[in-house]
Every structure is written in C-alpha cells, then in structure tokens.
Nanobody
Framework: QVQLVESGGGLVQAGGSLRLSCTAS????????MGWFRQAPGNEREFLAA????????HYGDSVKGRFTISRDSAKNTVYLQMNSLKPEDTAVYYC??????????????????????WGQGTQVTVSS
C-alpha cells in the first residue's frame, strides 16, 4: 500500500512560515488525491487541505484558508503545504494523507473527522508566542 513520509516540521515563532513536504512511495505509479490533516492533544484530527492529481482542484479547511497553500509535484509523488502567518493555535502534529481510490478531492473523504486509510507518521509543528 501507499507509504507516506512527512518532513519540514519544527519550531517557529508566531507570524513565521514553514513548508511541509510529503513523499509517497510503495505505489508511486498510482495517481490519487493527497492532502493534510493536523491533530493537537485532546482534539480530533482536523482537515486542512487537499489537492487532486491534476492540481486543478484544491480544498481547504476554514481555519487555514488564506494562510495555507497546498501544491504538488506529481512527477515526484510529493505534496507540499506552505504555512504562512502561523499562530500558536496551529501547534499540532501534521499528517500527510492519500486517497488511492480517487484522483479528485472527494469532500466526505477530506473532512473532519477524516475518512482516510493512508497516513504518514506525522511531523510536529510548534508555534511559539
């Protein structure tokens, strides 16, 4: 099945930026929608952003729309999440996800709570005051 590896997390001051990367392997020949979720301690996993295989379709969660931007390089099987104007409440573990069954973004899959079967291990993002 699809294996996902995130990178780019870390510690950043409020107002700063980070770019997360997620690379898929194991089924790199496949085309599918990909995206990002996050989860803070005691909270459910929250949908952030999703992108279709062609990159023509993008969907964002309300809490990050206008601040975060999702993109992908399909040739490299890599999806990115550019995070700007970070706030302390953005502190969470960020998870990459894939939907091998669809090339397009299906709303019920990319939702809170999620209906996702393929997850990365997560990368910690901490935003300080």
């Amino acid at each position: 099945q699809v294996q996902l590896v995130e990178s780019g997390g870390g510690l950043v001051q409020a107002g700063g930026s980070l770019r997360l990367s997620c690379t898929a392997s194991g089924r790199t020949f496949a085309s599918y929608a990909m995206g990002w979720f996050r989860q803070a301690p005691g909270n459910e996993r929250e949908f952030l952003a999703a992108i279709s295989w062609t990159s023509t379709q993008k969907h964002y969660g309300d809490s990050v729309k206008g601040r975060f931007t999702i993109s992908r390089d399909s040739a490299k099987n890599t999806v990115y999440l550019q995070m700007n104007s970070l706030k302390p409440e953005d502190t969470a573990v960020y998870y990459c996800a894939a939907d091998p069954s669809n090339t397009v973004v299906v709303p019920r899959t990319w939702s809170t709570p999620p209906e996702i079967d393929s997850w990365g291990q997560g990368t910690q993002v901490t935003v300080s005051s």
